[in-house]
């Protein structure tokens, strides 16, 4: 692998997180790009679930969304990203937002 990016960090429903990477990866053979979503509350950050995506030879732009769940009360949300073999030239790959961000009070 190149390069990975994580491009942006969205809120896709009351619940939910949309996360945009984009890596390039150069040669005949194949890597995985994974999503790892987490929540945290003070220094705990516990991963919730984990996302892997092929990627061939060349750019690429994933975007998956990932629901928390109305049982998750968490603070904040957030995605790490990281590919197999590991990317030369990393950028961001890591973000979180505020979970009331997603659901505003009323």
Do not use: E
Not at 15 to 30: M, P
Not at 66 to 85: K, L, N, R
Not at 95 to 100: K, R, S
């Amino acid at each position: 692998m190149t390069t990975v990016n994580l491009d942006s960090l969205t809120c896709s429903g009351r619940w939910s997180l949309t996360a945009t990477v984009t890596v390039v990866a150069q040669g005949t053979g194949t890597g995985t790009l994974t999503l790892n979503w987490f929540h945290t509350s003070g220094r705990a950050v516990v991963t919730v679930a984990t996302d892997t995506v092929v990627i061939r030879d060349g750019r690429a732009t994933v975007t998956r969304p990932h629901d928390f769940g109305s049982a998750d009360t968490f603070p904040t949300w957030g995605v790490s990203v990281g590919t197999t073999p590991a990317a030369a030239k990393p950028g961001k790959t890591s973000a979180t937002m505020a979970a009331y961000l997603c659901d505003p009070p009323r």
